[in-house]
């Protein structure tokens, strides 16, 4: 059993930053890639980012490249996503996913376990 838990969520002005952390339980962390999602009020739950295990290779929704860095710490089974230069379309609960697999996906279902979400308000 996987459990991965968030944090670093909160309440930013326009054009600040957040970093989210992601900690994983379990000895396999560093051989799965990990992704990030995110569910905005009454919308579809989306691709964010993803890195391979190894950091080799890493995937941005074409909404937040230039802006958020994704980054794991195999050592520390931890997942992390840098977030700048924020926007208020940026509010939304962000969701640390663990692929399947070791490359890189950004569709849901290659996704097997999920983390409670934290949350990320961005005022205009």
């Known amino acids: 059993q996987v459990q991965l838990v968030e944090s670093g969520g909160g309440l930013v002005q326009a054009g600040g930053s957040l970093r989210l952390s992601c900690a994983a339980s379990g000895r396999t962390f560093s051989s799965n890639a990990m992704g990030w999602f995110r569910q905005a009020p009454g919308k579809e739950r989306e691709f964010v980012a993803a890195i391979s295990r190894s950091s080799s290779t890493t995937n941005y929704a074409d909404s937040v490249k230039g802006r958020f860095t994704i980054s794991r710490d195999n050592a520390k089974n931890t997942v992390y996503l840098q977030m700048n230069s924020l926007k208020p379309e940026d509010t939304a609960v962000y969701y640390c996913?663990?692929?399947?697999?070791?490359?890189?996906?950004?569709?849901?279902?290659?996704?097997?376990?999920w983390g409670q979400g934290t949350q990320v308000t961005v005022s205009s």
């Open positions: 996913a663990r692929d399947r697999s070791r490359v890189v996906h950004t569709t849901e279902y290659a996704f097997d376990y």
